[in-house]
């Protein structure tokens, strides 16, 4: 299953509070995905703290398309 | 709120804000100095009533304003770590506090403890900040044109600081020094090398950010920072050579063309933004680039036409644009998007529930930050027809400290919201961080 925030026409800090909705609801294998025109670095560091994964990639137009997941247990 | 969500250690809110909010106040001074001293002086930039003028801007209010700005911008933007920032606040900010009006008072007073005082003040803050800084963008992961232009920008502020102590030192003792050389050298490094830098390369972020603009072309931000800081180099080299003059002006035009660059750069991404919203940053941040295209206009026109150049008035009026017109248009209107986003971010830290949460447009009013943006619009128009209307000092001198009062309060209520918020979620018994 996969969600879609896109963030390029909202002002902070829609997108943030949008995605830390999302990611209350976040299941096992279930992928965010997250579209912005700048790197969200605050957060990175929620993600980073929280167990989360996520790849990053630039699109051509600018866009940062970050791709969340929760991390497997082990 | 989000129950299952902690959230990372970042400075906390008063780290920038103690910075944020004595900014405005080195510019209530600096207009009703203005008013009090009037028109007459400011045709010359050497009188101790200019250069207190100058100081009261450039080493209060925007120095303020851009240690404060970096402070937050460098964690959060840029994901580096501040080493101890509370403390580091703590200590810098009073120190350029007590520098800059020392040095505002040892020029307009010309009494040499005051500037030999202020030299020491000014340098060991700067140098302290750069440090803390230097250690937090080049540990940094974080890669990109911002993060050089950011690393530049500490650079610049260095040398900045290390020449201005120089020369404030020089007078104070009565050190033999190539004075007017150096001040130049000293006033390029701080709006080139220093503002013009650290401006660029937090709009790379913020302009996208927050006025919902396309990004800046890739090139330009690859080739701003780089190109400016071998120009300010290039000028501080040829202005210490004696009979360099063609390659002075040469280096001056590249200079100028380049912050034309920018500002065309800034305008057209604001021009091709993807929701037309027109509000107070917005509308400071086209002031700004508009006063750095007429500095450019101004400039070139001063190298190429000498009856130009000669004219004090020309070289006040260029001043008075890039003081008030450029650096303090532009970071008042960030300092409107900043200061509520992270009094929202450090409310949400907290763990807040969303129904204490407040929405970030309320942090400053939109009414309140439309009538300071007018007024500041106004202070700045007059100021740039001061040269030429001595008359108008008193009138654009309490114009432009009138705004800077309303800018100053503003910011303070934005800290009583964040404060109230705050005070709130702690009574919910959410709270997470001291």
């Known amino acids: ?74 | 709120m989000h129950p299952n969500l902690s959230f990372e250690q970042a400075p906390p809110f008063s780290v920038p804000m103690r910075f944020f909010v004595a900014a405005p106040w080195f510019g209530v001074v600096a207009g009703l100095l203005l008013a009090y001293i009037g028109g007459e002086v400011v045709s010359s930039r050497w009188t101790g009533e200019v250069l207190a003028l100058t100081h009261l801007l450039g080493a209060g209010f925007l120095l303020h304003a851009m240690c404060g700005a970096l402070l937050q911008f460098v964690p959060v933007a840029a994901g580096g770590n501040v080493w101890r920032p509370r403390m580091v606040a703590g200590v810098v900010q009073p120190l350029l506090g007590f520098g800059a009006l020392m040095l505002a008072g040892g020029f307009f007073l010309a009494k040499p403890a005051l500037l030999a005082g202020a030299a020491t003040a000014l340098l060991l803050g700067i140098v302290g900040f750069s440090a803390v800084m230097a250690l937090a963008l080049w540990r940094t992961p974080a890669t990109g044109s911002t993060m050089l232009a950011l690393r530049l920008a500490v650079i610049g502020l260095l040398v900045t600081g290390g020449l201005g102590a120089t020369l404030a030192e020089g007078i104070a003792r009565g050190w033999s020094l190539p004075f007017p050389a150096l001040t130049d050298v000293h006033l390029v490094w701080a709006l080139g090398g220093w503002a013009l830098m650290l401006l660029a390369g937090v709009s790379y972020y913020v302009v996208p950010m927050f006025q919902l603009t396309p990004p800046y072309p890739a090139w330009a931000m690859r080739l701003f920072g780089p190109a400016l800081f071998v120009l300010v180099l290039a000028w501080s080299g040829v202005q210490l050579i004696a009979g360099a003059e063609f390659l002075r002006r040469g280096v001056g035009v590249a200079g100028l063309l380049l912050a034309a660059l920018f500002a065309l750069l800034t305008l057209s991404v604001q021009a091709r933004r993807r929701r037309r919203l027109i509000d107070a940053t917005f509308l400071l941040f086209r002031l700004a680039m508009a006063s750095l295209l007429c500095v450019a206009g101004l400039g070139l026109l001063m190298i190429l036409v000498p009856v130009v150049g000669e004219d004090g008035r020309s070289g006040a009026t260029l001043g008075i644009l890039i003081f008030v017109g450029v650096f303090a248009s532009a970071i008042n209107g960030m300092l409107y998007k900043i200061v509520p986003f992270i009094a929202w971010l450090h409310l949400q830290r907290l763990g807040a529930p969303l129904t204490a949460m407040p929405n970030m447009k309320n942090i400053i009013p939109a009414t309140a930050m439309t009538g300071q943006m007018r007024l500041h619009t106004l202070a700045t128009g007059l100021l740039v027809l001061l040269p030429w209307l001595p008359a108008l000092a008193v009138i654009a001198g309490l114009a432009f400290a009138a705004s800077s009062a309303w800018l100053g309060g503003n910011l303070i209520g934005a800290v009583r919201r964040y404060a109230m918020f705050r005070d709130r979620i702690r009574a919910a018994g959410a709270y997470r961080e001291s």
């Open chain 1, 1 to 74: 299953m996969s969600r879609l925030i896109d963030g390029r026409e909202l002002q902070p800090p829609e997108p943030l509070e949008l995605t830390l909705n999302a990611l209350d609801t976040l299941a096992e294998g279930e992928e965010l995905t997250l579209l912005l025109y700048c790197q969200p670095h605050p957060l990175f560091s929620v993600l980073r703290q929280n167990g989360y994964v996520w790849t990053e990639a630039l699109q051509a137009d600018g866009t940062h398309e970050i791709r969340i997941r929760k991390t497997p247990p082990v």
